[in-house]
């Protein structure tokens, strides 16, 4: 906010000289509340950085570079009882205990490797370009470290109720890890929508869109 000053006349001024007693110049009082304007403001942002070994497990679809997929042995605690069945010999007393155990099922998880969240951000002024301008510093700076190697992932929860930042950063180049999601945000784009309802889910951002938003800026 800039402070609304009335400028004083510093001009010369040209008087008739008159016989009365000089006056001292006295010094201007100190305006109270003044602030100086801000320059180059900047947009609020937080982020976190998440580790492999935090072993956050990612549902839905999402780029394999962004994740490791193990495959993992299913613990189940409700495993049906080993089953014996007799020799077949009216002569045996003693079952047969010579059965195959069953395979173990396993399943394939996707942990989450080191990368950056993104876990609050916030512009002072809206529609100006400061928020873009601090997810490509994001960017920039998660492509230049050799752990991260430019993976950007996010949370998209409506601060307020009519508010979201699914939007903000689909237009971006963030996905959705859920493709019903990103199917329902092309359609509202395609078909104008003002008001997108809130979208709920992860987002991450492709490499392939990492580099199209530091080489061509905000993808509006």
Same mark, same amino acid.
């Given at each position: ?29 100190? @305006?109270?509340g003044f %602030? ?21 497990? +990612?549902?839905?679809?999402? *780029?394999?570079?962004?994740? *490791?997929?193990?495959?993992?042995? @299913? ?34 998880? %996707? ?8 876990? &609050? ?19 920039? %700076? ?27 950063? &689909? ?8 493709? *019903?999601?990103?199917?329902?945000m092309e ?5 104008? +929508?003002? *008001? ?7 987002? &991450? ?6 580099? %199209? ?8």
């Amino acid at each position: 906010m800039i402070n609304n000053i009335t400028t004083m006349d510093l001009r010369p001024q040209l008087t008739v000289a008159k016989a009365t007693p000089s006056v001292s110049s006295m010094s201007m009082p100190a @305006i109270l509340g003044f %602030k100086t304007p801000v320059i180059g403001q900047k947009a609020n942002i937080r982020v976190k950085k998440i580790k492999r070994g935090d072993n956050i497990i +990612i549902p839905g679809e999402i *780029d394999d570079d962004y994740v *490791d997929i193990v495959e993992e042995e @299913i613990n189940s605690s409700q495993s049906a009882p080993p089953q014996y069945s007799s020799g077949g010999n009216l002569f045996t007393t003693q079952p047969n205990l010579f059965i195959t155990p069953p395979k173990p099922q396993t399943v394939k998880r %996707k942990y989450l490797k080191n990368c950056y969240i993104i876990d &609050y951000i916030q512009s002072p002024k809206p529609r100006c370009g400061l928020g873009t301008e601090a997810i490509k510093q994001l960017a920039e %700076k998660a492509m230049f470290d050799s752990k991260a190697e430019g993976r950007i992932v996010t949370f998209s929860a409506p601060i307020v109720r009519e508010s979201s930042p699914a939007l903000f950063f &689909y237009k971006l180049g963030f996905r959705f890890t859920e493709t *019903d999601a990103n199917e329902y945000m092309e359609e509202c784009l395609r078909k104008k +929508i003002p *008001d997108i309802p809130a979208q709920i889910g992860m987002m &991450y951002l492709p490499k392939n869109r990492l580099q %199209k938003l530091l080489r061509y800026g905000e993808l509006f």
